[in-house]
């Protein structure tokens, strides 16, 4: 059986999210088990409740408050940060628009970065169609983030 542990799930937007679930599906073996790191109920109340955790995101209230308010409604919550996380990856998307004759909107999606915050509920119901959910530990890293356990649907 092979493992594979992915933590960056927790700052794709829903795009990248979904490409990469669809190219892990693609290239699973069955038996395979991919453990997947998203920020859950518990990181979005921690990021909402300390400020030390609001220095370190570097993200405002108003769009914590408005993260919050997608992921009560089951949806996929994501931030667009740009601080000190971002500047490489913000020179490299401004060259890749600047060399693109007609700048296009999903080649703009899959460069950003932030930070995402993704409800149980939302991963049993969209992450299933590509994978199967074999388990979900909540706030399993350091009180914060959750882990997912998956394996290639059939």
């Known amino acids: ?50 400020e030390g955790v609001q220095a370190l995101i570097s993200v405002n209230e108003k769009l914590f408050k408005q993260a919050r308010a997608h992921f009560q409604e089951g949806k996929h919550a994501f931030i667009l940060q740009q601080n000190y996380l ?37 991963i049993r119901s969209h992450w299933t169609r590509w994978l199967e959910i074999q388990d979900f530990q909540l706030a399993a890293i350091h009180d914060f983030q959750d882990i997912v356990v998956l394996s290639p649907k059939k």
Request: avoid cysteine; charge should be positive; aromatic fraction near 12%.
């Open 1 to 50: 059986m092979r493992l594979f542990l992915f933590l960056f799930f927790t700052h794709l937007n829903e795009l990248s999210q979904d490409l990469f679930l669809a190219d892990l599906h693609r290239v699973s073996r069955s038996g395979a088990r991919l453990f997947l790191t998203v920020h859950g109920s518990r990181a979005l109340e921690r990021a909402l409740a300390e």
């Open 86 to 122: 971002t500047t490489l990856r913000w020179r490299l998307k401004n060259l890749l628009l600047h060399l693109a004759e007609k700048p296009k909107n999903p080649l703009q999606k899959l460069l950003e970065y932030g930070i995402t915050f993704t409800p149980e509920s939302y």
